[in-house]
């Protein structure tokens, strides 16, 4: 079943009618059940759950993927910077489950940003992956910077020539979606400022207890472009102090979910992908049970996450730029 919500489509193999309501700073719905998957603009259904793979060590990323994919997980996010797409390509052919039944996202990276580069980059991680298309493709940051150079200083400032490129791969059937990471607002306008001919399905961004960025999940309900959630929890750093909150864990109590599963659970009703990682059996099991919070509890937890001053786990500025590009 697919249905509308605040501009982007949910589809969900088993929704229950739910009731709309008009809040005092947003308008939601009242999710009975958790969409399975997001409908982007190409009509294309992707799971609202994936493993992420960033931080996934080689060893260990392959078994993850195995148990993910027997688990039920069919949405595996990764990137070529990763550096893992080999072992997540030979867990994925080893796992036996047919290619068109999982949804692969890769990342374009900083270095091969100039439209020559585009192709070959892609074709390194299609091979990598044992695939001869991706599902999604994203401009890894918003940043063109070759190893060892300064940045490319208008690459940097307007990618519209990486964009038209990536449109390209489209045409050419190498890739299905197109979208960005770590694009603010203001990056997201100066991109679809251009002739887009494709305009950005997705935008893969930090969101998590301490950066809830409301903002920019409005936005990006109002442009038709769906969020994507990375460091869910928290990342490394923060896992634990998310996992001990207290409305955390007064709503896993209540609900009897694990913490875990309850910030999952919350990212999903935002209205977002979430990309949990991790590369403990249990947990990667642990993290696809899913089930909608309460509008109360929701809004308990959202409320939370809103009332601090927002801090930013991920912010590689300084390492390429002269500038935050998140200012
Ligand atoms: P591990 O990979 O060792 O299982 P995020 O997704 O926010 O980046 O967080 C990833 C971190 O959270 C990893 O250190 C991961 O550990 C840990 N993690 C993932 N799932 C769970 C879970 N269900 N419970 C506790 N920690 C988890």
């Known amino acids: 079943m697919v249905t509308s919500f605040a501009g982007v489509r949910y589809a969900s193999k088993n929704r229950l009618p739910g009731r709309t309501f008009a809040g005092a700073r947003?308008?939601?719905?009242?999710?009975?059940?958790?969409?399975?998957?997001?409908?982007?603009?190409?009509?294309?259904?992707?799971?609202?759950?994936?493993?992420?793979?960033?931080?996934?060590?080689?060893d260990d990323v392959g078994e993850a993927v195995k148990t993910a994919l027997k688990a039920g997980?069919?949405?595996?996010?990764?990137?070529?910077?990763?550096?893992?797409?080999?072992?997540?390509?030979?867990?994925?052919?080893?796992?036996?489950?047919?290619?068109?039944?999982?949804?692969?996202?890769?990342?374009?990276?900083?270095?091969?940003?100039?439209?020559?580069?585009?192709?070959?980059?892609?074709?390194?991680?299609?091979?990598?992956?044992?695939?001869?298309?991706?599902?999604?493709y994203l401009i890894h940051w918003p940043v063109a910077k070759k190893d060892g150079q300064p940045y490319d200083k208008t690459l940097t400032a307007d990618p519209y020539p990486t964009w038209q490129k990536l449109e390209e791969m489209v045409a050419k059937g190498k890739v299905r979606n197109i979208g960005v990471s770590n694009f603010n607002i203001p990056k997201l306008d100066n991109l679809i400022a251009n002739p887009l001919k494709i305009k950005p399905a997705v935008n893969q961004v930090e969101l998590n207890f301490w950066l809830p960025q409301p903002e920019l999940l409005e936005y990006a309900?109002?442009?038709?472009?769906?969020?994507?959630?990375?460091?869910?929890?928290?990342?490394?750093?923060?896992?634990k102090e998310t996992l001990a909150l207290p409305?955390?864990?007064?709503?896993?109590?209540?609900?009897?979910?694990?913490?875990?599963?309850?910030?999952?659970?919350?990212?999903?009703?935002?209205?977002?992908?979430?990309?949990?990682?991790?590369?403990?059996?249990?947990?990667?099991?642990?993290?696809l049970q899913v089930r909608a919070l309460p509008p109360a509890l929701f809004d308990k937890l959202e409320a939370a996450a809103r009332a601090h001053p927002p801090s930013r786990g991920l912010n590689p500025s300084t390492n390429w730029l002269d500038y935050d590009m998140f200012a």
């Open 221 to 239: 309900k109002r442009n038709s472009i769906l969020l994507e959630a990375y460091s869910p929890l928290g990342s490394e750093g923060k896992v």
């Open 247 to 287: 409305e955390v864990q007064a709503i896993a109590h209540e609900m009897g979910m694990t913490r875990a599963q309850v910030i999952i659970s919350w990212h999903i009703q935002r209205g977002t992908v979430v990309l949990p990682k991790s590369v403990t059996p249990a947990r990667v099991v642990e993290n």
């Open 26 to 58: 947003q308008q939601r719905r009242t999710l009975t059940t958790l969409p399975s998957h997001y409908v982007l603009p190409s009509g294309d259904q992707i799971p609202a759950v994936a493993l992420g793979c960033w931080r996934s060590a080689r």
């Open 73 to 136: 997980y069919r949405h595996i996010d990764g990137a070529w910077i990763y550096g893992n797409e080999g072992e997540v390509g030979q867990a994925l052919k080893y796992s036996g489950v047919p290619r068109r039944e999982v949804w692969l996202t890769s990342k374009l990276w900083n270095a091969h940003k100039t439209p020559e580069d585009v192709e070959p980059a892609l074709n390194d991680t299609l091979s990598k992956l044992g695939t001869d298309y991706l599902d999604l």
